[in-house]
């Protein structure tokens, strides 16, 4: 530091904590690798860090707001492309709807949404799915199932041997 100006090598208040956010970024060796968060992380692996507001905030989130210079809108979501949840590459992140964010992941649910056919192959059209508690349910199948409990019921009917087991 220079004695006549003690302030001249200083950061701006505004932006250390930007410099302390870049500090824990292992921005890797190329153009497209993941920048990796290796700060604090939630207990499911996203960076998180603590705005000087006191706020703490998702690390993509910041990275995509610092590169776009922009907030999210409300109700979105920013989606790591790369799958990596730790990466802060303003690359590997893009804003979406909420919902689009848990179709694209892999919970149970997205992955339910993604299949376009039942297990014995019918296709999920609105003619062919009803939803019944929540859940969608193939129509041909039912019909299937119901048309053999009632060949069963018919066959057990005319079946003379049953009253002897009894």
């Known amino acids: 530091m220079n004695a006549k100006n003690p302030r001249q090598f200083r950061t701006p208040p505004a932006r250390r904590w930007e410099r302390r956010f870049y500090e824990k970024v292992d921005q890797g060796t190329e153009f ?11 207990n499911d692996g996203y960076g998180k860090f603590r705005l000087p507001t006191g706020q703490v905030k998702g690390t993509h989130i910041i990275a995509w707001q610092m590169a776009n210079e922009r907030t999210v ?14 990466c802060c590459n303003p690359d590997h992140l893009e804003p979406v709807p909420a919902t689009e964010n848990v179709a694209r992941g892999e919970s149970f649910s997205a992955r339910n949404t ?15 799915i009803r939803w019944h508690s929540g859940r969608r349910e193939c129509i041909p199948c039912i019909r299937a ?12 009917k005319d079946d003379p041997y049953t009253d002897e087991l009894d």
């Open 32 to 42: 497209d690798d993941c920048h990796i968060w290796l700060g604090a992380k939630d």
């Open 114 to 128: 993604r299949k376009t056919h039942c297990p014995k192959g019918h296709e999920y059209t609105t003619e062919t």
């Open 73 to 86: 809108p409300p109700g979105w979501h920013v989606d790591h492309l790369c799958r990596v949840r730790s």
């Open 145 to 156: 199932r119901d048309r053999e409990r009632r060949a069963a019921k018919r066959a057990e």
